[in-house]
């Protein structure tokens, strides 16, 4: 296996161990030889782990790639939670007790290179910690409160701030890592037999109407759970509940992912789960994925500032720019112009080191396909909205849409259904729905999205009340399962 060593600059790493090739991030990123590698494992050592960040997406595209990356995307956005320090403390405070017992201020820092301290004292306190986060260059705090020690920062160190005396400290610990295995520590197991829903009320765009969130309840008490709305009011008293039911417009850099995290590291049935959270929110990550599998899709780039001229000469007039992490129809436009191509591209870089470019594929509906634990569950047509090329047309005032039609899934081409189980099932066992175009007898998966769909009155039209026990029932056999009632 090829061990790759990602750094910002190929200075930064200065030492050489046996196997190790160190690669610089935008090489790793833009490089077909590093997307089409199959055996390797990498290490991000970048200066950078931002959102979005080039960083960042070495960790996402490296997961994207089957590279195994330390760390991963998951452990990046663990680092910005504001909940990890009291989870760490919740999991591993017995422990900290134990290591620092003969610390005699009330303050203390160590530093974890790979999983190993200086401090052979502090040994098994760096590797729990290197297991659960996954972070190769970790500085951590505490303080001592009421006669115990509690965590008070965990941070993400740069190989520019390690100090000049360790740095040898630091290759030979990589060199150990790399002779060993390590595996995540298990999650602790949910308590309370209860379901929780969480929306909000307030917010526009919706993957569920109100009348769809009655019928959920309605389900769920139907089928001997108890359903209670929350919204973000809640957060603190999630993990209170068995199961969690996201119906609020997820992302990466927003609350629901956090709250997902939370729920999955309490031991909660939690759809979409945070994985399917991280993979479904980024199209750059989507593409190479697909790609890799040979799932057919649009004539598709990865753009960033280096090759941009080459996107016109590529994908034609008109073509579509992309966002990464844009959802309902927010992020995607239309160029017809080499101008438009420069201005949009520009705003778009301002906020993702990455954005994607495809061929435009005009069609008068796409295909949804919605997939629950990899199973097909329902068939959509989505219309464009009225005079737009897209099906939801932002219009100052209100957004437009247009029709969506149910059909009976043996009714749906057999392709559609083949491909969207596909492609669904790169991702995990959670409730998605896969965006399929068609032209002609061939068809192309435009994306897939966590946490999909379901207004009462569109998705249901075949199915009705049906669909909404459909999915209950696998949050109840699931938590059953979690609780040990189902062999």
Known sequence: ??????????????????????????????????????????????????????????????????????PDAKALEDLHSGELIHLLDDELGESFQTALAGIGSDCFEFRCYFGRTADRRHAQLGEQLFNRLRVPLLRIRFERRDACWHLRGVHAMTLD????????????????????????????????????????????????????????????????????????????????????????????????????????????????????????????????????????????????????????????????????DGCFSVGVEKIESREQMTATAEALFTTSELILAQEYLPTQFDWRVGILDRQPLFVCRYFMAPGH????????????????????????????????????????????????????????VIEINDNPNVDAGNEDGVLKDKLYRDVMNVFRKRIEARKGSIP
């Not at 690669?23 to 931002?50: E, G, H, M, Q, T």
């Not at 509940?241 to 939370?262: K, M, P, S, W």
């Not at 995990?428 to 068809?443: E, S």
Request: glycine content about 6%; proline content about 7%.
């Open 1 to 70: 296996m090829n061990i790759l060593f990602v750094v910002s600059h190929t200075r930064d790493w200065p030492f050489h161990i046996p196997g190790v090739k160190v690669v610089p991030a935008r090489l790793y990123l833009n490089d077909p030889a590093y997307r089409d590698c199959i055996a390797a494992k990498v290490f991000n050592l970048c200066k950078s782990y931002r959102y979005q960040s080039r960083g960042y997406y070495v960790s996402l595209l490296g997961d994207a790639r089957g590279h195994q990356p330390v």
């Open 161 to 324: 701030g390690i100090r000049p005396e360790e740095q040898r400290s630091v290759a030979d610990a990589a060199s150990e890592c790399l002779k060993g295995h390590r595996t995540r520590a298990r999650e602790p197991a949910a308590q309370k037999p209860s379901m929780a829903i969480l929306r909000s009320p307030d917010c526009p765009s919706q993957p569920s109407n109100p009348a769809a969130i009655r019928k959920f309840q309605e389900a769920a008490e139907l089928l001997g759970m108890r359903p209670e709305l929350i919204t973000r009011e809640d957060i603190g008293r999630v993990t209170q509940f068995d199961g969690l039911f996201i119906r609020d417009t997820t992302n990466v850099n927003h609350y629901t992912y956090q709250l997902a995290r939370q729920a999955a590291m309490a031991g909660m049935v939690v759809m979409d789960d945070p994985d399917s959270i991280l993979k479904c929110s980024n199209k750059v990550y989507m593409t190479e994925l697909l790609e890799r599998h040979q799932v057919p899709i649009p004539k598709t780039m990865t753009v960033h500032r280096g090759n941009l001229d080459q996107v016109i000469p590529a994908l034609g007039l008109p073509c579509i720019l992309k966002q990464p």
């Open 389 to 444: 090329w897209q099906i939801i047309k932002h219009d100052e005032s209100r957004p437009r849409e247009g029709v969506a039609e149910a059909i009976a899934i043996d009714d749906a081409p057999a392709e559609v259904i083949e491909i969207a189980m596909r492609t669904a099932n790169l991702i995990g066992d959670g409730f998605y729905g896969v965006d399929i175009k068609q032209r002609g007898h061939h068809f192309y």
